[in-house]
């Protein structure tokens, strides 16, 4: 398959410094969006090709087209950092990479080249380089690669079309407050995936799978909605859009990947990041009993979610249906703020990268 080289038709008319500048001081998540995309487009029988960097801008669908009914879509999300020499960096783009094309097999869609994903987020970066934030605060410019189905018809099969989209976004904290621990509401009956199913893709269809659990966890009060397996409702999985890690005193633990966890980054990361600073790491299975017996008699010192979007975020206060219990008094803990401040500094550059993780554009 040919690599198509993306072609550069950037926009007459950007946003304006002063404009752009406002919108950085106080960026939030996945609300204000880069000058630029890039699109690439895979046909049947001719593979990929029209590599393109254009100007930010609605696409028009026919309302037939295939990703509107059958959600063949799949997505990424990663982040480029600004270093101290003003440079700007990508954090470990070929593991998304990799991960986008996992998705793809899993929804018989076309494979994009590793090369090619990584080629596209540089493209992108590099055009809007502007948009990264200033260097040294929580700020990044969060890339979300997608793909979708774009036959038209309403036959049930695999498309003959796709269009692989970059588009770009400066990002705050992911939560309205920031680092404070968030709430966690137990879904003991609704579940996000089963076995055999696609919890392991990055698909939108898992999100939307989590919505009313997470509606319901805002009624109980809660910020986010964690899920248990599918099958014996015990073994906790994931959050709706992060991994999670328990904190035993000197070791970090984190639910083993069973197919229907998503393969997070971020959670990878922390595994040697972790080992890195002496702390012991493990991937097991933990139950939600467990959580609540070992938080309840003082073994479990901490727990936080983790995702791209999320970096590390703290968990506070856990409730399910018939008990509820303080995971924090309402600060991160000292283990959290370890790994984040390491994996933080790592990203942006002002600690040493020992595994080569950084994409330096
Ligand atoms: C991410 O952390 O990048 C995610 O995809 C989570 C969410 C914003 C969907």
Redesign the pocket.
């Known amino acids: 398959m040919t690599t198509p080289t993306i072609e550069l038709k950037p926009s007459a008319n950007p946003l304006s410094d002063a404009e752009r500048e406002a919108i950085l001081a106080n960026p939030g998540f996945?609300r204000h969006f880069t000058d630029h995309m890039v699109t690439i487009r895979w046909t049947e029988g001719r593979g990929w090709h029209d590599g393109q960097l254009v100007p930010y801008a609605p696409i028009s669908l026919d309302p037939a087209t295939n990703v509107l009914h059958y959600a063949q879509e799949i997505?990424e999300?990663?982040k480029a950092y600004r270093r101290p020499d003003n440079s700007v960096a990508t954090f470990r783009p070929e593991m998304n990479a990799r991960r986008f094309q996992r998705s793809a097999r899993r929804l018989a869609m076309p494979e994009l080249p590793v090369e090619t994903f990584i080629e596209a987020c540089d493209v992108l970066v590099q055009q809007d380089k502007a948009w990264v934030p200033a260097h040294g605060g929580e700020e990044s410019l969060?890339l979300r690669p997608f793909m979708i189905a774009t036959e038209v018809g309403l036959g049930v099969k695999p498309a003959n079309e796709y269009l692989f989209l970059v588009i770009a976004s400066p990002a705050g904290a992911?939560f309205a407050g920031g680092v404070k621990p968030v709430s966690i509401w137990v879904s003991e009956d609704r579940v996000r995936a089963v076995p055999g199913g696609m919890g392991d893709a990055?698909t939108g269809g898992n999100?939307a799978a989590s919505l009313l659990a997470q509606a319901e966890a805002a009624v109980k009060g809660c910020d986010q909605v964690c899920y248990l397996d599918a099958v014996e409702h015990t073994w906790v999985e994931e959050l709706g859009?992060?991994n999670l890690y328990f904190v035993y005193g000197n070791k970090i633990v984190t639910p083993s990947l069973t197919g229907s966890i998503l393969e997070g980054v971020t959670r990878d990361s922390l595994l040697t990041v972790a080992r890195d600073l002496g702390y012991e790491a493990e991937e097991r299975r933990v139950s939600i009993d467990e959580w609540q017996a070992d938080s309840e008699n003082g073994t479990l010192t901490e727990v936080f979610a983790c995702?791209?979007?999320?970096v590390i975020t703290p968990v506070g206060t856990v409730k399910r249906a018939d008990a509820e219990w303080k995971q924090s008094d309402g600060e991160p803990g000292e283990v959290t703020v370890k790994l984040r401040e390491a994996l933080l500094d790592l990203q942006r550059g002002t600690r040493e990268d020992r595994h080569g993780w950084m994409h330096q554009l």
Request: aromatic share 28%.
């Open positions: 996945g997505f999300g990663l969060y992911y990055k999100y859009g992060m995702g791209t979007a999320a």
